[in-house]
């Protein structure tokens, strides 16, 4: 295992998701030459949602994933399932124009349905609860907050979005730390890892192959490979197909390097409590809709199943794990509900988040037969679902939605493989400070 693993897998060791996980039958690692339609490098949303959709569309799909499906990102998040993307749509209408970031904002909410779809068509036991709350610290954050709600009314479709003043603020968290927010009903939240894997058992029994501790080394194009069939090699195994999708997230790493520069992992961690009790779960956010702020190192927090509360944030750009982890983020749970100082912290997490520069998702193709999906930022619960979808779409000829978002130009981090960690951990030393002042 390279240095990231070892540290994601460490960071897995206390999660509370794990302990509320339902039962997966493992699938076996590839030995073998397999032919396929399709290979998916990835068990993560993203490229079990493809495989679920190229399943579906009768695609003999197989999907390799290094540890167990579930295991990255998508297994271990906040839970918090949000319309629009982490680089808000700045980047889109920059870029594309406002035609395109409409779209753009539109797929988003798709994400979202499709989602709902999805746990209704495969029965997946997962826990949805509706809403999300963003919320503002103070009168400048609140202001901004306010200025993002009047840009989205004005030009896009969010009649839905509702504005909280102070005091409705207040009657939805019972916290005095935030003075504005806005209210999402159609984000919601769930159970990240059984959504996961109820999405994994729907694709495995639409046919798709599932191999586990099946790391793909290297990946070659049909040209590279000499020509005929793209080729992903494991150790111990191979599988030969017309299509590869890289779905790894920050793990895909020197398989593709090409694609590793462009994104950077960022480590961010959650606790949970033990269970508060109905009543006091109740006063804390009457409502149950999950909640973030708008400060550049954010909290996010929800009540789960069995009246915890999960609370997330901090975020390591060196990825180096806050010393002494459960107390840490204790420390932020109790600047946001000093109430809980009796409350007891069960469990402690991590893992990473795949940035880029522009904080905007990453999605194209190394070859024409090499597509992926990468970058969601922090973002990615809901649209890694939809990007599964668009890059499944393109697999079979309709490639004019996954393009909206492959025309989106990215640019590597600056510093090269040495200087790009130290640098970025500057950079956002320098944001921090600006929201802290
Ligand atoms: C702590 C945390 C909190 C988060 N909170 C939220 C949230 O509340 N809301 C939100 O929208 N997003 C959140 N995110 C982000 C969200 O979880 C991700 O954007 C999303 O899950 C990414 O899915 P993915 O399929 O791209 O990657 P992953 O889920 O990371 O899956 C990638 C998989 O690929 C496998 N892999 C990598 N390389 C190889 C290889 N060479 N061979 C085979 N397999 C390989 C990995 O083992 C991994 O299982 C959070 C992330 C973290 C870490």
């Given at each position: 295992?390279?240095?990231?693993?070892?540290?994601?897998?460490?960071?897995?060791a206390?999660s509370?998701y794990?302990?509320?996980?339902?039962p997966w039958?493992?699938?076996p690692?590839?030995?073998?030459?397999?032919?396929?339609?399709?290979?998916?490098?990835?068990?993560?949303?993203?490229?079990?949602?493809?495989?679920?959709?190229?399943?579906r569309?009768?695609?003999?799909?197989?999907?390799?994933?290094?540890?167990?499906?579930?295991?990255?990102a998508?297994?271990?998040?906040g839970?918090?399932a949000?319309?629009?993307y982490?680089?808000?749509?700045e980047p889109?209408?920059r870029q594309?124009?406002?035609?395109?970031?409409?779209?753009?904002?539109a797929?988003?909410?798709?994400?979202?349905?499709?989602m709902?779809?999805?746990?209704?068509?495969h029965?997946?036991?997962?826990?949805?609860?509706?809403?999300?709350?963003t919320?503002?610290?103070?009168?400048?954050?609140?202001?901004?907050?306010?200025?993002?709600y009047?840009?989205?009314?004005t030009h896009?479709?969010?009649a839905?979005?509702?504005?909280?003043?102070?005091?409705q603020?207040?009657?939805?968290?019972?916290s005095e730390?935030?003075?504005a927010?806005?209210?999402?009903?159609?984000?919601?939240?769930?159970?990240?890892?059984n959504?996961?894997?109820?999405?994994?058992?729907?694709?495995?029994a639409a046919?798709?192959?599932?191999?586990?501790?099946s790391?793909?080394v290297?990946v070659q194009?049909a040209?590279?490979a000499?020509?005929?069939?793209?080729?992903?090699?494991?150790?111990?195994?191979e599988v030969?197909a017309?299509?590869?999708?890289l779905a790894?997230?920050?793990?895909?790493?020197?398989?593709?390097p090409a694609?590793?520069?462009?994104?950077?992992?960022?480590?961010t961690?959650?606790i949970?409590?033990?269970?508060?009790?109905a009543?006091?779960?109740?006063?804390?956010?009457?409502?149950r809709?999950?909640?973030?702020?708008n400060?550049?190192?954010?909290d996010?927090?929800?009540?789960?199943?069995?009246?915890r509360?999960?609370?997330?944030?901090?975020v390591?750009y060196?990825t180096?794990?806050?010393?002494?982890?459960?107390?840490t983020?204790?420390?932020?749970?109790l600047?946001?509900?000093p109430?809980?100082?009796d409350?007891?912290?069960?469990?402690?997490w991590?893992g990473?988040?795949?940035?880029?520069?522009n904080?905007?998702?990453?999605?194209?193709?190394?070859?024409?037969?090499?597509?992926?999906?990468?970058?969601f930022?922090g973002?990615?619960?809901?649209l890694t679902g939809?990007?599964g979808?668009?890059?499944?779409?393109?697999i079979?000829g309709?490639a004019?939605?996954?393009?909206?978002?492959?025309?989106?130009?990215?640019?590597?981090?600056?510093g090269?493989d040495w200087?790009?960690?130290p640098?970025l951990v500057?950079?956002?030393?320098?944001?921090?400070?600006?929201?802290?002042?």
């Open positions: 295992m390279m240095r990231l693993e070892r540290q994601a897998q460490a960071l897995l206390r509370y794990q302990d509320s996980a339902q039958e493992r699938g690692a590839l030995a073998g030459t397999v032919q396929a339609d399709v290979c998916i490098v990835g068990g993560g949303l993203a490229g079990l949602s493809a495989a679920l959709e190229l399943a569309a009768g695609m003999q799909t197989v999907l390799l994933e290094a540890q167990q499906v579930g295991w990255g998508s297994g271990r998040n839970g918090q949000l319309a629009g982490a680089s808000e749509l889109f209408e594309l124009g406002r035609d395109a970031a409409r779209q753009a904002w797929m988003s909410l798709e994400a979202l349905d499709l709902r779809t999805r746990i209704r068509a029965r997946i036991a997962c826990d949805w609860t509706d809403g999300a709350l919320l503002a610290v103070r009168p400048a954050k609140a202001r901004a907050l306010r200025a993002w009047e840009h989205m009314q896009y479709d969010a839905h979005l509702r504005w909280l003043d102070e005091a603020t207040r009657a939805q968290v019972q730390r935030y003075v927010g806005v209210f999402d009903p159609l984000s919601g939240h769930l159970h990240p890892l959504y996961t894997l109820g999405i994994a058992r729907a694709a495995r046919g798709v192959q599932i191999f586990e501790g790391e793909a290297q194009t040209v590279a000499g020509g005929g069939k793209a080729r992903v090699r494991t150790a111990q195994g030969r017309p299509f590869v999708l790894g997230n920050v793990h895909l790493g020197r398989v593709a694609l590793a520069r462009r994104i950077m992992p960022v480590g961690y959650i949970a409590t033990e269970p508060l009790g009543e006091r779960a109740a006063a804390l956010i009457p409502s809709a999950c909640v973030s702020d400060q550049f190192v954010l996010y927090y929800r009540l789960c199943a069995g009246d509360l999960l609370f997330g944030g901090r390591s060196s180096v794990s806050p010393p002494d982890l459960p107390a983020m204790r420390r932020s749970m600047r946001v509900f109430q809980l100082h409350v007891r912290v069960t469990h402690a991590g990473f988040v795949d940035i880029t520069m904080r905007a998702p990453d999605f194209g193709r190394l070859a024409p037969d090499v597509l992926y999906l990468q970058g930022s973002h990615g619960l809901a939809l990007a979808q668009l890059a499944a779409e393109a079979r309709q004019q939605r996954f393009d909206l978002f492959a025309r989106l130009r990215h640019r590597p981090f600056p090269g200087l790009r960690t640098l500057l950079a956002m030393a320098w944001y921090r400070l600006r929201d802290a002042l």
